[in-house]
């Protein structure tokens, strides 16, 4: 009778059957708020040498559980097939099940010590034996059933409640003819649970592994981070010595990356601007002196001329009607010509630092009805000036700023022009002094608003020509702050325009 046999073991191991569980694995995740960008690089440098850290521990996982299973399922496969092999001359044919029974005890008993292995056999699809258990019938799947029914061994890693075994799945074909099944079938399932073991040992060596590693890299990341941080600090320094007037401020260039050029980028940007700033100031410079000469140039010739106008103005009336029209524009314009270049040498004053203040106590609201007095406004203006509002100011200045202010809302605004005098506290600093002149015109348009205080700045300008020099709100402007205070314009919620001066309170002290 021919003898059934295994087949040899070829070089073609046993094709899984796939595994009934997958593998899960748990991916840390870092949060972190990190506003600066010293913080932010750190957390870059980290999250990248946990994500090298990470990756290297699960391909390291991979491979050396991939080789654990690899090596249990092969030398299980080799025992069974061995112990097959020794014991199936012995077994009589067709087996039957007490034959079968036996065989598969035997199985049992050759692997308790080493594999304690649970072995079933059948025959020609007869039922397992020893049947499964209930419940059990699942546990060698359909796929290594049809593989072994098809003469093919066939292994598969599955999980049943929780603990993990390897179904192994052997032909047995005839000795003298290996390609011929001789119905026997062995299935054996093995228990993984010291691999497993191996395996979380691993998972865990590879976690004790990457924490020190990360926090290893603080090191070098926190190096790192200086290294990008001092040319941007260096470059901020920089910035900030330009902002505050030092156009020579020139960064140390050094290495060639981007940070480099980045610095030489900006020596050159700061070159071209003290280059430009100083052309720019030597034209203004020029644009001053300029004004300067020419408004002193100009009173010798202007005041010869305004002495013949007054002459000729007073006998005007004993001239024809034509010359005497002629000769009260001449006047006219020669008093305009006169204040401008009035305004021209005070501005002139500003600009040189020239300007003095000459303090004294004076009675703010008698200083404001003189103002008004001098100019003949009594009847155009009305005035809210309560008494006892006494201050240190240079009252010339403060008549002038008054006068301007007046002026303006006079020629551009509407009637009646309110002049309103108060002291308040409202920043805790001190008592100040406020001066404001509304009127009741149409307001200023908000795009002119923030030009108001600009020297010649016309906000028509179709108007060529206009009463005043276009420097009388300038001039109000620099004497306020010559007094360290501050004017500023704005629209009343019921319509006009409104000038608010604020002025410290000084009582007493010296002049400055």
Do not use: C
Not at 13 to 22: H, L, S, T, V
Not at 142 to 155: D, L, P
Not at 191 to 204: S, T
Not at 398 to 415: K, Q, S, Y
Request: hydrophobic share 45%; proline share 5%.
């Amino acid at each position: 009778m021919r003898r059934p046999a295994l087949r040899r073991p070829s070089a073609r191991r046993p094709e899984p059957a796939g595994d009934r569980a997958p593998a899960t694995s748990r991916r840390p995740a870092l949060r972190t708020l990190a506003r600066g960008l010293r913080a932010r690089l750190v957390v870059a440098f980290l999250l990248v040498a946990a994500l090298s850290a990470l990756a290297t521990a699960a391909l390291t996982f991979r491979e050396a559980r991939t080789a654990i299973l690899q090596r249990t399922q092969d030398t299980s496969v080799d025992a069974l097939r061995g112990q097959v092999n020794s014991q199936v001359p012995d077994l009589s044919f067709p087996p039957g099940t007490e034959a079968l029974t036996k065989f598969a005890t035997n199985l049992n008993r050759a692997g308790a010590a080493s594999q304690r292995w649970i072995v079933h056999t059948r025959y020609r699809n007869g039922p397992m034996v020893p049947a499964l258990r209930p419940g059990e019938d699942g546990v060698i799947g359909t796929g290594v059933r049809k593989k072994v029914q098809a003469g093919i061994s066939a292994v598969q890693r599955i999980e049943d409640n929780g603990r993990p075994w390897l179904v192994i799945g052997l032909p047995v074909t005839y000795s003298d003819d290996q390609k011929q099944p001789s119905g026997l079938e062995v299935f054996a399932r093995v228990p993984l649970r010291e691999d497993e073991a191996n395996v979380r040992a691993l998972v865990n060596a590879a976690q004790s592994g990457a924490l020190p590693a990360v926090a290893l890299a603080v090191v070098p990341a926190l190096i790192a981070a200086s290294g990008v941080l001092r040319p941007v600090r260096e470059l901020r320094r920089g910035a900030q010595q330009i902002t505050e007037g030092a156009l020579d401020t020139r960064l140390k260039v050094t290495g060639r990356d981007e940070l480099a050029d980045l610095s030489r980028t900006f020596n050159g940007m700061a070159a071209a601007l003290e280059e430009n700033v100083a052309e720019l100031r030597r034209m203004e410079a020029n644009a001053r002196r300029f004004a300067a000469d020419v408004s002193h140039e100009l009173r010798t010739p202007l005041a010869a001329m305004t002495a013949v106008v007054d002459v000729l103005d007073e006998d005007a009336a004993t001239f024809d009607p034509d010359t005497a029209h002629a000769v009260r524009l001449i006047s006219e314009e020669t008093g305009k010509l006169a204040r401008m270049v009035e305004d021209l040498m005070e501005i002139s004053r500003f600009d040189a630092g020239a300007a003095a203040l000459h303090l004294d106590e004076v009675d703010v609201a008698e200083s404001v009805r003189k103002t008004l007095q001098a100019r003949n406004w009594q009847d155009k203006v009305t005035a809210d000036l309560p008494e006892s509002v006494r201050a240190r100011l240079d009252a010339r200045r403060i008549d002038v700023v008054i006068a301007n202010l007046v002026g303006n809302a006079l020629r551009h605004g509407g009637e009646p022009v309110r002049v309103a005098v108060r002291t308040e506290d409202t920043d805790g600093t001190g008592e100040r002094l406020l001066i404001e002149v509304a009127d009741r015109g149409e307001g200023i348009d908000p795009e002119v608003l923030p030009h108001v205080f600009d020297r010649f700045y016309k906000a028509d300008a179709a108007r060529a020509r206009s009463e005043g020099s276009g420097l009388g709100l300038a001039i109000t402007l620099e004497n306020v702050r010559l007094h360290h205070g501050t004017v500023r314009a704005a629209n009343a919620p019921g319509g006009g325009a409104v000038f608010t001066v604020d002025l410290p309170l000084r009582t007493g002290g010296d002049e400055e």
